[in-house]
């Protein structure tokens, strides 16, 4: 495969209408999930906030203003052909361009401090992202972003349990953390599960499935059961939506793994709202 | 549906009912995390605060900016808790009403009690939906802070619900 040149503008036109778009429209499966609930909810209040989001969603898209105020955390999970060489400026340089194009031109809201304990002055343009690259072979960039709101991205938990934890150890973390949050991080959440790998592997592998449709499975079966057990007991808690009582606390659960060591099964649960805003792309 | 003003006169509050949906009218200051840390040092040093909330309704928000030919940018609610270290002192000087989404600690709902103020809820993430109800926003003071500078909103018919009343009721406790 020979070497292709990409040039850092394409980069950061991309990376702008990626942030642009996952604020003003939210995805398909959230959508849907949204409307199946209300369907399925007895509870009026339930109905009449699930036909407030609704309603919500469908003015953000035909004005394209921003669903949710907090137009968050700009991250990025990108996997970086091998064969790409960026033309006239940097990747990051131009990642981060979009970032600052996308929030400045599309009306998003700045979020982003610069130092997170003394200073917390706004850097005024939502930069710097949180950029997660993988080098893959290929002469592509695939790109999935997703604008992280902290209502929820501050119900999230992390917690090192070892082998003899089990099945069972994992999903009483997953329940309590989310137990926790209830009416906090602006359900029917979205939740992310990451088991396995180290420490901030699986904070990583968590967000990565936040990102990911709520309308896959895991392709290991045992991890696809996994998440559809955790969504039954989850929307058994009674949370639903804003937090008012109701059958639909979560819309949706994802779980993503990675190999471990001998000694330990980390698992990570980042909690989403239900604006869980998510586009990719490939260049 | 309940019609409120805002201020709240004294007949409405005692009237508010955990779990009661209501529409408000009136005016209101939005301030969350860095305009609180501000009002709560100037009390702690026994200065006057930048605006009189007694009486008054704090609307916990940071808004979107505002596109061209909007009054406001999306704005819904912030999550409260990270207010509750501040909230007892605004409510010893009077602040009626406080607006967010969320749990709030045992010591605010206590000093809610004492004082005679309502905890209210707007639906979380709704906020394209709830922008519609803003008719004016204007800048009041800390405006270095930028989305989380104090505004004042002229809000008409702001849908709302009674998450915990001025008898300490709580619609989160089920």
């Given at each position: 495969m020979d070497i292709r040149e990409i040039s850092a503008e394409e980069i950061t036109q991309a990376v702008?209408?990626?942030?642009?778009?996952?604020?003003?429209?939210?995805?398909?499966?959230?959508?849907?999930?949204?409307?199946?609930?209300?369907?399925?909810?007895?509870?009026?209040?339930?109905?009449?906030?699930?036909?407030?989001?609704?309603?919500?969603?469908?003015?953000?898209?035909?004005?394209?203003?921003?669903?949710?105020?907090?137009?968050?955390?700009?991250?990025?999970?990108?996997?970086?052909?091998?064969?790409?060489?960026?033309?006239?400026?940097?990747?990051?340089?131009?990642?981060?361009?979009?970032?600052?194009?996308?929030?400045?031109?599309?009306?998003?809201?700045?979020?982003?401090?610069?130092?997170p304990v003394f200073d917390r002055k706004n850097t005024k343009d939502n930069t710097p992202a949180v950029i997660h690259t993988e080098i893959v072979e290929g002469d592509k960039i695939h790109i999935v972003a997703g604008g992280k709101g902290f209502g929820s991205e501050n119900m999230s938990a992390i917690k090192m349990l070892t082998p003899s934890a089990g099945v069972e150890g994992v999903k009483k973390f997953v329940l309590d953390t989310v137990t926790h949050a209830g009416p906090n991080p602006c359900p029917p959440m979205v939740v992310g599960v990451g088991i396995g790998g180290t420490f901030e592997k699986a904070a990583q592998l968590a967000k990565r499935a936040t990102l990911r449709p709520i309308n896959t499975s895991n392709p290991d079966e045992r991890y696809a059961s996994l998440e559809e057990e955790l969504l039954t007991e989850i929307n058994k808690m009674n949370i639903g939506p804003a937090g008012l009582g109701g059958k639909t606390s979560a819309l949706g659960l994802n779980i993503e793994t990675y190999p471990t060591h001998i000694a330990g099964m980390p698992v990570a649960v980042n909690i989403c709202c239900h604006a869980a805003r998510h586009k990719e792309v490939t260049i | 549906m309940k019609k409120i003003t805002f201020p709240i006169t004294n007949e409405q509050l005692k009237d508010l009912k955990s779990g009661d949906r209501v529409l408000a009218t009136g005016y209101l200051y939005t301030a969350r995390d860095a305009a609180h840390k501000r009002m709560y040092e100037l009390i702690q040093n026994g200065e006057d605060l930048p605006i009189d909330i007694n009486g008054q309704t704090i609307y916990y928000v940071g808004a979107a900016p505002a596109k061209p030919g909007y009054a406001v940018g999306p704005c819904g609610p912030t999550s409260s808790y990270r207010m509750d270290k501040y909230a007892p002192s605004l409510l010893d000087l009077g602040l009626k009403v406080m607006i967010g989404k969320g749990m709030r600690n045992d010591e605010v709902i206590a000093s809610m009690v004492k004082n005679g103020a309502v905890y209210l809820v707007a639906i979380g993430g709704a906020a394209a939906l709830i922008a519609k109800s803003i008719k004016k926003s204007e800048l009041i003071c800390y405006k270095d802070l930028g989305t989380e500078a104090i505004y004042?909103?002229?809000?008409?018919?702001?849908?709302?619900?009674?998450?915990?009343?001025s008898e300490g009721n709580n619609v989160y406790v089920r």
């Open positions: 702008k209408k990626l942030f642009m778009d996952c604020n003003y429209y939210i995805g398909e499966d959230i959508s849907q999930a949204i409307e199946n609930a209300q369907k399925n909810e007895e509870l009026q209040i339930a109905k009449d906030v699930l036909q407030q989001l609704i309603d919500n969603n469908r003015i953000a898209a035909e004005e394209q203003i921003p669903l949710c105020q907090d137009t968050g955390m700009a991250v990025l999970f990108v996997e970086y052909g091998d064969k790409v060489v960026v033309k006239d400026g940097s990747f990051k340089a131009a990642v981060e361009e979009g970032v600052r194009r996308a929030y400045i031109d599309g009306y998003l809201r700045k979020s982003v401090v610069t130092d | 004042r909103y002229e809000v008409e018919d702001m849908p709302l619900i009674v998450a915990i009343d």
